[in-house]
């Protein structure tokens, strides 16, 4: 399998194809590969915390209100629409043979990736 492919199939399944291809052989030693693999855990990381940040606080303010909650709902819809935009946009650079960072975890996953 071609490096783009398999850098791009780092982000399918988040961090969970992130790990796979960190270990499986002929793409462990390929930097374009782990620098995705890397980026894709990363990326899930953030997305995951972000979760469970946005729940909190969402749980939160609907205890205090409930009006807000359909503030929420919407910004909610709108950041997870970023989230997979985002997904999407790094699927394409990884395919293209792109080593597209990201802002803060780009620099991250170059450092892990050597």
């Given at each position: ?84 935009l985002g997904w999407l946009f790094l699927l ?23």
């Open positions: 399998m071609a490096s783009n492919v398999a850098g791009m199939l780092t982000y399918v399944l988040g961090f969970i194809t992130g790990i796979i291809f960190l270990v499986i052989e002929p793409y462990k030693n390929d930097r374009f590969v782990r620098f995705h693999a890397f980026q894709s855990i990363l990326y899930c990381a953030v997305a995951i915390a972000f979760s469970i940040i946005w729940m909190i606080i969402q749980a939160t303010l609907f205890a205090l209100t409930y009006s807000f909650w359909y503030i929420l709902l919407v910004v909610w819809i709108i950041v997870r629409l970023g989230f997979f394409f650079k990884a395919y293209n043979n792109e080593r597209f960072m990201l802002p803060i975890i780009g620099p991250i996953a170059a450092k892990q990736a050597g």
